[in-house]
């Protein structure tokens, strides 16, 4: 099993990121994803996540800036982040969850600064 991010780096205040992650080794169709985060001295958080039929769940400081969304037929994930906050700096992490079953990717980190 493989989950595979990209799409991180620096971005300025205000700017936009969309963030992929690559799934491979499961079925796909059948996980609900997430987008998890970590900023430095601070713990793991759930930003984002979509069930298997596509309803999704965010923390309430990214309503309304960022999205999350699946495509069953490429085996990814995206999470589009817009009116991106230096306080949104943060390794962010894909997820992978079905039953007793939990997969992650290795991170990518996303630096919001000027």
């Known amino acids: 099993v493989q989950l595979v991010e990209s799409g991180g780096g620096l971005v300025q205040p205000g700017g936009s990121l969309r963030l992929s992650c690559a799934a491979s080794?499961?079925?796909?169709?059948?996980?609900?994803l997430g987008w998890y985060r970590q900023a430095p001295g601070k713990q793991l958080e759930l930003v984002a996540s979509?069930?298997?039929?596509?309803?999704?769940n965010y923390v309430d400081s990214v309503k309304g800036r960022f999205t999350i969304s699946r495509d069953n037929v490429n085996n990814t994930v995206y999470l589009q982040m817009n009116s991106l906050k230096p306080e949104d700096t943060a390794v962010y992490y894909c997820?992978?969850?079905?039953?007793?079953?939990?997969?992650w990717g290795q991170g990518t980190q996303v630096t919001v600064s000027s």
């Open positions: 080794g499961i079925i796909f169709r059948l996980y609900t």
């Open positions: 997820n992978g969850k079905k039953t007793s079953l939990d997969f």
């Open positions: 979509i069930a298997s039929l596509g309803s999704t």
